[in-house]
């Protein structure tokens, strides 16, 4: 069974998440890096000043409560105001000097625990000049550090605001229906589930009650259930069949709860076939008695159609708590959407696409899946630092308000305990597989520079943990290196 960076998202966030947002502008054909850079800058600026302000707020809060409470006795200790609180974010400064990371970098990199092969690239944010690259066009395994491909190419195509639709119509007799699954694994029962409070969308006991009211109350008594929209392998190529009962599920246009037997985390064993589940549960809910196989007729009147939460937040729940999952369904959904066909051969034709558009170089690169469970996946840290650049400018820049925040928030919540100085100034996607690290994202200097990194390491043999401290430190080391 492969490793895996996933947290459990019940727990693991301490930021805010992305809820709808307006459609971006087009970007002008005559745009170039230089305005990618300083949009990018601009982007995580406001992501600094928009934390802080809020902190700065609580603590207003609770100093007017304090000199001036509602109830209760006043006491000595309720005299002193709290310390003012940290940012979680670092600030920026367009104006900062650009650190000169040959002085700090070939040493950090040298590090023992990194005993692998090791590909980084460190960019200026504002400029997007290349300050540190070491073989940073060499194609490894990313593990999730692939979801930010992911993300980006959702975002891009289908915009924040695309929900995906789950429909019933009307069904070849008029005893029946037939449940039209679309994409979306984050349904719920009845409206509680394991997404409601990341990506809280559709329930199937709002689809029955829609379908009951077409048909005057009248239940059915047979559900059939459309999966043709996916036409592919459940499983990607290269992911361990293990990994389909904790990491992941297989593959269906339909769940709830993500296929989960129980919703209470990221590691919850799933059904062995979660769109039938979510079948029986919706003929339990409509009333009816049997369900089967089958397609809708392309004439068929429309009884009753909901909808997943928004992208920018399906986005940010499987980027902030690395959903293997709904990682994969966000993929195929914008494989479906943008080639008409639900398969992992349009998903990684689109991803390549999007990562040419974005400006990077796309040589050796090879995707299998969305989440990155599949080793044979093949990814450059150059790749990931030119992505990153390129959707800046565009609908996609959302992503960096997704990523977790060193040592506070989703897969990094529990990370830089050996780099203390990185905390609230690193934001990464993380990636982890057997023999696998990465970490891709990015951070703000000391004197406020902004840049954005990749470290991919494959191969090394002194651990999980050792190797994950290692990057923790060299993101650290740039950080706060005033070189």
Not at 54 to 67: C, E, F, K, N, R
Request: with cysteine; proline share 6%.
């Amino acid at each position: 069974m492969s490793l895996s960076d996933n947290a459990d998202p019940k727990t693991a966030s301490s930021t805010p998440h992305a809820e709808t947002a307006a459609p971006a502008p087009a970007r002008s054909p005559k745009q170039g890096p230089r305005r990618r850079r300083r949009v990018l800058t601009g982007v995580l600026a406001a992501l600094a000043i928009l934390v802080t302000v809020a902190a700065a707020g609580g603590l207003v809060w609770q100093i007017s409560a304090v000199a001036a409470p509602r109830t209760g006795t006043f006491t000595a200790p309720e005299a002193y105001p709290p310390a003012a609180p940290a940012p979680v974010l670092a600030s920026s400064n367009a104006d900062a000097p650009v650190p000169d990371l040959q002085t700090v970098l070939p040493a950090v990199l040298a590090d023992d625990r990194l005993n692998g092969s090791l590909s980084a690239s460190f960019v200026d944010a504002q400029t997007g000049e290349v300050l540190f690259e070491q073989s940073s066009t060499t194609p490894l395994t990313p593990a999730s550090s692939m979801k930010v491909v992911a993300a980006i190419a959702a975002l891009e195509h289908l915009g924040p605001e695309y929900r995906i639709p789950t429909t019933v119509v009307e069904g070849p007799t008029e005893d029946s229906v037939v449940l039209v699954a679309g994409g979306d694994v984050t349904l719920t029962v009845d409206g509680e589930g394991y997404y409601t409070d990341y990506a809280d969308g559709a329930s199937l006991a709002e689809l029955a009650e829609a379908v009951l009211e077409a048909r005057d109350g009248v239940a059915p008594t047979t559900v059939y259930l459309d999966t043709s929209v996916f036409t592919d392998n459940p499983k990607a190529e290269g992911v361990p069949a293990e990994d389909l009962v904790y990491m992941t599920a297989p593959v269906a246009p339909i769940m709830v709860d993500g296929g989960r037997v129980e919703n209470t985390g990221n590691y919850a064993e799933h059904y062995p076939d979660p769109a039938q589940v979510a079948a029986q549960q919706f003929a339990e809910l409509v009333g009816a008695g049997d369900v089967a196989a089958g397609t809708a007729d392309a004439a068929a009147a429309e009884l009753a159609v909901v909808y997943s939460a928004p992208m920018a937040a399906l986005v940010d729940a499987f980027i902030l708590t690395s959903d293997n999952l709904l990682a994969d369904a966000v993929a195929l959904q914008t494989a479906l959407i943008v080639e008409g066909e639900m398969t992992w051969a349009a998903m990684s034709t689109v991803h390549l696409a999007t990562l040419e558009s974005l400006g990077a170089d796309t040589t050796g690169l090879v995707f299998y899946d969305g989440a990155g469970l599949s080793p044979s996946n093949r990814m450059t840290a150059s790749a990931f630092t030119q992505l990153l650049l390129g959707a800046a400018s565009s609908k996609s820049a959302t992503v960096f308000s997704s990523l977790p925040v060193a040592g506070y928030s989703g897969t990094l919540d529990d990370r830089f305990d050996t780099a203390a100085d990185g905390k609230g100034v690193v934001r990464a996607k993380t990636g982890t597989l057997s023999g696998v690290s990465s970490l891709t994202g990015t951070l703000t200097t000391v004197d406020g520079r902004q840049l954005v990194f990749s470290l991919i390491s494959n191969g090394a043999t002194t651990g999980k943990t050792a190797v994950e401290s290692a990057m923790d430190e060299i993101a650290t080391a740039v950080a706060v290196c005033g070189c």
